[in-house]
């Protein structure tokens, strides 16, 4: 133990240097493991301290630290308030009482701003409904919004239950998000842990097993496979160093490594801290989930339906929905949601990610949109100030080589392991240029005079069509695909070695497939046969047609795949591999296992 | 500049609960609408915002009240309490204090939010109206309880809700498809005629009923002297089209100030028929927000985005930063 004191250069010596914990071993070992590194650790947040609590590692430090964060007025907001009960509740027996006075009265004179997104609701609610019902009772001038105990509990129960509602009736809105699963897995943990109502804690524990669930069925090795509302660049070039590949290691036991010690998954923050309310819990994955995340000897598609975040101007529908497609195989994940403006600022339309213990394992196209009116669909500001403002939180949002982007003049059509993006930018577009991403870890990359290109990474062969010209530019970790015609698009196939036999047989059948470019450039639509033999048309007016028929949305199922089964509206989830079933039923609120 | 910042961290490392502001006085209470500063990021530890509020006297030096870092967009008073009644419009819902910023409660639940705009009724102490993203809601008993209040709008994205502070039961608002006026306390809606959309500002004459001027989103600045029927859009002298405030002069209303998107701030002398820049002494040039004070009207008060509070005071020949530094200031309430 006192090795893991020292520092995280300790920590990543002896990795190098031990057998990893999590490869051998299981579950409680990796439990064990994240408590102790995070105790050890010296950057100091909510996290490691409630880590150095229950592990009572260097407990007179992790006291100061959190008298510190209790009175530091700046501090506030739903990270906070959640964050806070969470230590409060999981490490209350060894709080002195003059902390938890000063915990309580952070909750009277701290302003907790609820936030404007979906996770920051979830946070601000969870701390609320948790402090209401630590400090029942208490009139409103013993709360920071001069409501009552009683009447806190009620509005965060409220809300809470609302929001479980639509997440299991129409879908999530900030779905499938790499990074942002982190808060909705997190208080969904410490309600879980701690709801006196037994109402919402099974409820708040079926959406723990809902999240896991929806996350197992695109997981690929420590990958958070195919389409994402809401993702960081850093991580859409490179999967494994997002939070969610820690949440696989943690639940599914993959991949095997630790995150915060292998430098080439290092974690955009820093240690994803927050998987030590997950340590900390008593709650246990089932293991049909663990056995969805795990189990890759079948490929197969996925489908699930999610929303749009609530739309406040420039659009009749408030949540329009989100259509999401993802194929699995045992060695790669091609998924894509449709295309247009489904999330500002962070959304991930498509990509190809490869299983891999090598960086940058992914593959995919988009048109870096940046947009003031954009922004003013889901956020009140003045529209003329969006984009500036929103460049100030992250970073890239008018970057013309931002990897991030969602965008009017995209969309996508896949069919299992093909898929058409289109792309048509109308005249004036701030960036009127579509960008693709080749890794250089890929082991080959050949542009063929019939104009596909083909990509190998180990076994796995992608094959891209650009359906217009296009210039290579080389940057750090890729080779970037830019096209400045305002109508292109790329038709991609993807096949393993399974699949497709050898590299060379693979592009021998790709090339006697070979879109017509011309055709498309002319009429705005292209043709492309798989290697299945089924014919798919695709246009820039958005008709989808497979083997001669129109493909539609109608009946778009909320989930649909061998794992997962439930139809919109009806607030019933089915899990399901083949041996066990377990059914969420949230018109209930009741577990049902077979 | 080093007396606001010190004041402002003074107060903020004392706790100091608001202070509360005397109601009359030889001065006008300035309050304006904090939303962020530059160094603001959600959910982060941040620097104050919210309200603040000063007396003319005190130049650079504002006082905080309320909650900090809530997205501030709105600030009222309701008239004829002695600046006892405040009201805030946030992010978090309507904050109302009934003893001038000493206690406050956020007076919506979930089902409210984002609220951009406060109007409380200058002829009932117990009706207020607010404008969000999703409506206008009304309360009628004093922010006991919240009602819809939408009826007959075409977009429940709501810029600005104001209720007539000259004809009872009148109520207006700017909205994303338009202009709307209620003659029944917001029971009802009904279209003006301006037919432009991305309405920012709807303003009415402090003496005249039927005298209205609106800012837009990229269609510039209209006026009304008919109620709200015919409109035209008033060019001269105007370079810009981006209007979000617009102020008359309460005691000479043919003197009005115009402000938007990097526009710097208008002046008109006629009653809005022609404009002139008045931009000399300002750093910034996009205001968000515009306010004369009652008092002694040579004083206009100018918010601005990132750029705090200008003021003039001599009717905007010359203007003057006096912070918050890199602020975005969405309102200002001056009470005499």
Not at chain 1, 12 to 28: I, K, M, N, S, Y
Not at chain 2, 10 to 23: M, R, T, Y
Not at chain 2, 25 to 39: D, F, Q, R
Not at chain 2, 288 to 315: M, Q
Request: some cysteine.
């Amino acid at each position: 133990m006192k090795h893991l004191m020292c520092s995280v250069g300790c920590c990543v010596l002896l990795c190098v240097l031990a057998p990893l914990a999590g490869r051998a071993d299981g579950f409680e070992q990796r439990r064990d493991r994240v408590l102790q590194v995070a105790a050890a650790e010296q950057e100091y947040n909510l996290m490691t301290v409630l880590a150095k609590l229950k592990t009572r590692t260097d407990l007179d430090r992790a006291y100061v630290v959190l008298d510190s964060m209790a009175h530091d007025r700046a501090m506030g907001g739903m990270f906070f308030a959640y964050s806070m009960m969470g230590v409060y509740l999981h490490a209350h027996d060894v709080l002195p009482d003059t902390l938890r006075v000063k915990i309580r009265e952070a909750f009277r004179v701290r302003t907790m701003y609820r936030g404007d997104t979906e996770n920051h609701w979830v946070m601000y609610y969870t701390g609320l409904y948790l402090a209401a019902q630590t400090w029942p009772h208490d009139p409103g001038t013993a709360w920071f919004n001069g409501k009552s105990s009683d009447e806190n509990l009620v509005e965060a129960a409220g809300w809470l239950n609302q929001w479980m509602h639509t997440t299991v009736t129409i879908g999530q809105g900030e779905f499938d998000s790499p990074t942002y699963m982190t808060v909705f897995l997190c208080p969904m943990l410490l309600l879980q842990e701690f709801a006196q109502d037994p109402a919402m804690k099974t409820k708040a524990g079926m959406m723990v097993d809902l999240l896991l669930a929806d996350f197992a069925a695109e997981h690929l090795n420590g990958n958070f496979g195919g389409a994402h509302s809401r993702d960081y660049p850093d991580d859409i070039v490179n999967p494994l160093s997002a939070p969610s590949t820690m949440w696989a290691w943690f639940y599914f036991g993959q991949p095997a490594m630790e995150q915060w010690n292998e430098a080439r998954y290092r974690p955009r923050h820093r240690g994803s801290w927050e998987t030590v309310f997950a340590a900390a819990s008593s709650y246990r994955i089932p293991e049909i989930i663990r056995h969805i995340a795990t189990n890759r000897a079948q490929p197969y598609v996925h489908r699930e339906k999610k929303r749009v975040r609530n739309v406040i101007r420039f659009s009749a529908v408030k949540n329009p929905p989100v259509y999401k497609y993802t194929f699995m195989s045992p060695r790669y994940v091609i998924g894509s949601i449709q295309g247009g403006i489904l999330q500002p600022i962070q959304q991930h339309t498509w990509d190809v990610t490869f299983s891999s213990t090598r960086t940058h394992n992914t593959l995919f196209s988009l048109h870096p949109f940046a947009s003031g009116k954009e922004l003013a669909m889901f956020f009140p500001e003045e529209q003329k100030f969006l984009a500036g403002e929103v460049d100030r939180y992250h970073l890239v949002y008018t970057n013309p080589g931002k990897w991030n982007s969602s965008s009017p003049y995209e969309q996508t059509f896949q069919h299992r392991n093909d898929l058409i993006v289109l792309y048509d930018i109308a005249d004036g577009v701030r960036h009127p240029h579509a960008d693709g991403f080749f890794p250089k870890t890929l082991d080959e990359r050949v542009v063929d005079p019939t104009g596909w290109i083909f990509a190998r990474w180990d076994s796995v062969y992608v094959g891209v069509f650009p359906l217009s010209g296009a210039a290579w530019i080389e940057d750090s970790i890729c080779w970037r695909w830019r096209s400045t015609s305002r109508r292109t698009g790329w038709v991609v196939e993807v096949r393993s070695v399974e699949e497709a036999g050898t590299f060379e047989a693979f592009q021998r059948s790709l090339r006697s497939r070979t879109p017509d470019a011309e055709t498309f450039m002319r009429t705005g639509s292209v043709a492309f046969t798989t290697a299945g033999g089924d014919r798919m048309t695709f246009a820039v007016n958005g008709s989808r047609n497979l083997n001669g028929q129109a493909v539609t949305f109608k009946k778009y199922p909320l989930y649909d795949g061998p794992w997962m089964q439930a139809k919109v509206g009806e607030g019933v989830i089915r899990l399901t591999d083949g041996i066990r079933t377990r059914v969420l039923d949230f018109t209930t609120g009741e577990v049902r296992e077979r | 500049m080093r007396i606001l910042t010190f004041s402002l961290i003074a107060a903020f490392l004392a706790g100091v609960p608001a202070a509360h502001v005397a109601a009359q006085g030889p001065e006008s209470t300035v309050y304006i609408s904090v939303v962020a500063t530059k160094l603001f990021v959600v959910g982060a530890a941040n620097p104050q915002t919210g309200i603040h509020y000063q007396r003319p006297s005190a130049d650079t030096v504002w006082q905080h009240t309320g909650a900090v870092n809530i997205r501030a967009f709105g600030v009222a008073v309701h008239p004829g309490s002695g600046q006892k009644v405040l009201y805030i419009a946030s992010g978090n819902g309507l904050h109302k204090s009934t003893d001038g910023g000493a206690t406050w409660r956020i007076t919506t639940g979930w089902s409210i939010t984002e609220v951009q705009s406060v109007s409380p009724d200058p002829f009932d102490p117990d009706r207020v109206y607010i404008g969000t993203p999703y409506g206008v809601y009304r309360t009628t008993d004093g922010c006991r309880t919240w009602q819809e209040a939408s009826a007959g709008l075409s977009s429940r994205f709501i810029s600005q809700v104001t209720a007539s502070p000259i004809v009872k039961g009148q109520v207006y608002c700017a909205t994303e498809s338009g202009t709307y006026i209620s003659i029944d306390g917001a029971s009802t809606w009904a279209r003006m005629g301006l037919s432009v959309g991305g309405v920012r500002t709807l303003v009415q004459h402090p003496r005249d009923p039927k005298v209205f001027a609106a800012g837009t989103e990229d269609h510039g600045l209209y006026m009304s002297t008919d109620g709200g029927a015919v409109w035209t859009r008033r060019e001269a002298g105007i370079d810009h089209l981006t209007f979000y405030a617009i102020a008359f002069d309460p005691t000479a209303p043919d003197t009005m100030y115009a402000a938007g998107y990097v526009t710097g701030v208008y002046r008109s002398v006629d009653g809005g028929t022609s404009w002139k820049r008045m931009n000399e002494g300002l750093s910034v040039l996009s205001f968000k927000c515009l306010a004369v004070d009652p008092r002694d009207s040579r004083r206009v008060y100018a918010g601005a985005y990132w750029g705090g509070v200008c003021v003039t005071r001599d009717r905007g020949e010359h203007w003057r930063s006096v912070g918050p530094p890199d602020s975005q200031v969405w309102s200002i309430s001056i009470q005499p």
